[in-house]
């Protein structure tokens, strides 16, 4: 069940607000366990054994907590023990269950295990007492705006949050403007503009004209964005109107003008969890260069990993790494000083680390970037299909364009708590609705890590 269902919309989280704030406070960390349990069993319909994992693996986490808490000797063993199942768990299921047996991914495992993962570690590292109390923990665990795909939370203050959050009308107020706002762009640009990509695997990426591929491609990388963007804004703004703050996860990454600086503003929380829990053990960059560069490498072969098991993810992070790694070297100190070349080197490489993470067949990769380069791969079927598909989609790319940039989103905070803020959220709410009801919405994108 998505955000973006009539389902989710008119249905779960009506009733799930009414019987939150008609419960007292005491009791609604019980209406958030019941309420996840709820949420994640009906997105797991017809494959339930998801929730038998999910409550399996909460149950040792928080199992392996308490053990810590029994004195020193065992502390390490229990972590390394609980760290290597709830790995162990999310490889068989990336690499084995799905691979060999083509099951499909327990819903949102990735990140309920990361979560879980850092629990665990920021228990052994003495930053937050283990919780003894199954019903808090469960809340943390459970609590659905974050549990499918994020954003990831600090353990401590997901743990404060859970015990003490303040209730009023001004912040649940602007998380509704939030999730509005999210689902606008979700909804409204991502999949519109997301019509133009699944065209091109229509069409055959072999038969694409060069300004196609590259119309495409674009389409594709403001598609992902938006879709995930809009996912974690609805996400906060879920958050915020039943008490919590969540991180927000992007900060206009397309505005960035170098690849470090990018992979800063994206995916924030992620990116912080594998610079807080991988680099920084490893000896982040306080070993010399070689050291460094070995440990951006590991990084990104792990990310790569945590995204899929085909070969295309491990040419993406080898290409991420490639490019921060030449940053690092000598292209960092030329980018800062030259700007506007700084935003055209992005411009291309932007989009060509999202070919990488899009396509998963290597032969159509290398057919892909032939009709991008003008090297071969193809023979264009309909040289001027540029043209027609533009007619149809360059309204909705520009308009990504624009709301990818930082000052929309400026003038947004302005005037979204104003008389005119509240006029068009409920016009971008309906017109969302609009589309979901004539079946023009998308899955999100993201749950399929």
Not at 129 to 137: A, C, I, Q, Y
Request: glycine residues 10%; proline residues 4%.
């Amino acid at each position: 069940m998505g955000f973006n269902s009539l389902q989710f919309l008119f249905l779960f989280l009506p009733l799930f607000l009414v019987v939150y704030y008609l419960c007292p406070p005491a009791h609604r960390n019980l209406v958030l366990v019941l309420g996840g349990l709820a949420f994640y069993a009906i997105g797991a319909w017809g494959r339930l054994w998801n929730l038998l994992l999910l409550l399996q693996m909460m149950m040792i986490t928080y199992l392996a907590g308490i053990g810590m808490t029994r004195g020193d000797t065992q502390r390490r063993s229990i972590l390394v023990g609980s760290l290597i199942l709830l790995f162990g768990t999310l490889l068989c299921f990336k690499y084995v269950g799905v691979a060999v047996r083509g099951w499909a991914l327990p819903l949102g495992i990735s990140f309920y295990l990361f979560q879980m993962a850092a629990y665990l570690i920021a228990a052994y590292r003495r930053q937050i007492t283990p919780e003894n109390r199954l019903l808090p923990f469960s809340a943390g665990v459970l609590l659905f705006p974050k549990l499918l795909s994020g954003p990831l939370m600090e353990p401590a203050d997901l743990q404060s949050q859970v015990r003490t959050r303040r209730y009023d009308w001004r912040n649940f107020d602007a998380g509704l403007r939030e999730f509005i706002w999210g689902l606008a762009l979700k909804v409204l640009v991502a999949d519109r503009v997301g019509g133009l990509w699944r065209q091109a695997g229509v069409i055959g990426y072999e038969s694409l004209s060069t300004p196609m591929a590259w119309l495409s491609l674009v389409a594709y990388s403001l598609q992902l964005y938006f879709d995930f963007c809009g996912y974690s804004k609805m996400a906060v703004g879920l958050g915020m109107m039943l008490g919590f703050r969540l991180p927000q996860n992007f900060a206009h990454p397309y505005a960035a003008r170098s690849m470090g600086e990018f992979w800063r503003r994206w995916h924030i929380t992620l990116g912080a969890w594998f610079r807080n829990y991988v680099y920084i053990p490893l000896g982040g960059n306080r070993k010399g260069m070689a050291r460094t560069l070995l440990n951006l490498l590991v990084v990104w072969l792990l990310t790569a990993m945590w995204h899929g098991n085909s070969w295309n993810f491990i040419l993406w992070g080898l290409f991420i790494f490639f490019l921060l790694a030449n940053e690092r070297l000598w292209l960092g100190k030329w980018l800062d000083r030259h700007p506007v070349l700084a935003h055209g080197y992005m411009v291309l490489a932007i989009p060509l680390s999202w070919l990488l993470f899009a396509v998963e067949d290597v032969q159509s990769i290398g057919t892909y970037l032939g009709r991008l380069f003008f090297t071969g791969g193809g023979v264009a079927v309909n040289p001027q299909d540029f043209v027609v598909y533009g007619r149809s989609y360059w309204l909705m790319i520009l308009v990504g364009i624009v709301l990818a940039m930082p000052w929309p989103e400026r003038l947004w905070e302005k005037i979204r708590s104003t008389t005119v803020g509240t006029v068009l959220c409920f016009l971008l709410f309906w017109a969302a609705v609009y589309c979901i009801c004539v079946a023009e919405n998308d899955p999100f994108m993201y749950f399929q890590f």
